[in-house]
T-cell receptor, first 114, second 114 residues
Framework: GENVEQHPSTLSVQEGDSAVIKCTYS??????FPWYKQELGKRPQLIID?????GEKKDQRIAVTLNKTAKHFSLHITETQPEDSAVYFC?????????????FGDGTTLTVKP | DTGVSQDPRHKITKRGQNVTFRCDPI?????LYWYRQTLGQGPEFLTY????????KSRLLSDRFSAERPKGSFSTLEIQRTEQGDSAMYLC????????????FGEGSWLTVV
């Protein structure tokens, strides 16, 4: 089955700096890669996703890049703000698999210091 | 809030007792998923329903666990003869089968087995 590894497990940045979180996956058949943000005590929420036919996707201050050859994808947050502080999870979903059966990474706790 | 709702949010139980969690999905969503999440890990898929049919169960779902979705709307997850290793957050999510990929999580039910 799919295996997703996420690094780093914790990340602390100063407000205004950029943050990068990286994930690798094992199943070359995976074709959908969502990122979720989970604030303390709250539900995971989808913040951005990318499909395997695209190399990069951007939405305001967040972007995701995908390297299918190397089987890794990354989340980039620019101009970080204290409200970006949360746990971020990456996930990978093999083709023809139910969306809810994505394999998740173990999460990155991002702290943005004012 | 018309999102996915879960009840109770927190449950403390003694080892050996049975517990039941309820999930109310977004009303028009025909797919419903259950996950388990422990500290420092991402959500792990347990099972999912399409309408009232339970279509798949993970190997993580031991025979002490049972899930139902009798009318294709709300779902229950029961854990019998709880063990300390069952302590975790149990997340529910829902989606439209036709929407492709976006799943919407509830805020989870925390279980502590003492």
């Amino acid at each position: 089955g799919e295996n997703v590894e996420q690094h780093p497990s914790t990340l602390s940045v100063q407000e205004g700096d950029s943050a990068v979180i990286k994930c690798t996956y094992s199943d070359s058949a995976s074709n959908y890669f969502p990122w979720y943000k989970q604030e303390l005590g709250k539900r995971p929420q989808l913040i951005i996703d990318i499909r395997s036919n695209v190399g990069e996707k951007k939405d305001q201050r967040i972007a995701v890049t995908l390297n299918k050859t190397a089987k890794h994808f990354s989340l980039h947050i620019t101009e970080t703000q204290p409200e970006d502080s949360a746990v971020y999870f990456c996930a990978a979903r093999p083709v023809n698999t139910n969306a809810g059966k994505s394999t998740f990474g173990d999460g990155t706790t991002l702290t943005v210091k004012p | 809030d018309t999102g996915v709702s879960q009840d109770p949010r927190h449950k403390i139980t003694k080892r050996g007792q049975n517990v039941t969690f309820r999930c109310d999905p977004i009303s028009e969503h025909n797919r419903l998923y259950w996950y388990r999440q422990t500290l420092g890990q991402g959500p792990e898929f347990l099972t999912y329903f399409q309408n009232e049919a339970q279509l798949e169960k993970s190997r993580l779902l031991s025979d002490r666990f049972s899930a139902e979705r009798p009318k294709g709307s709300f779902s229950t997850l029961e854990i019998q003869r709880t063990e300390q290793g069952d302590s975790a957050m149990y997340l529910c999510a829902s989606s439209l089968a036709e929407s492709g990929n976006t799943i919407y999580f509830g805020e989870g039910s925390w279980l502590t087995v003492v």
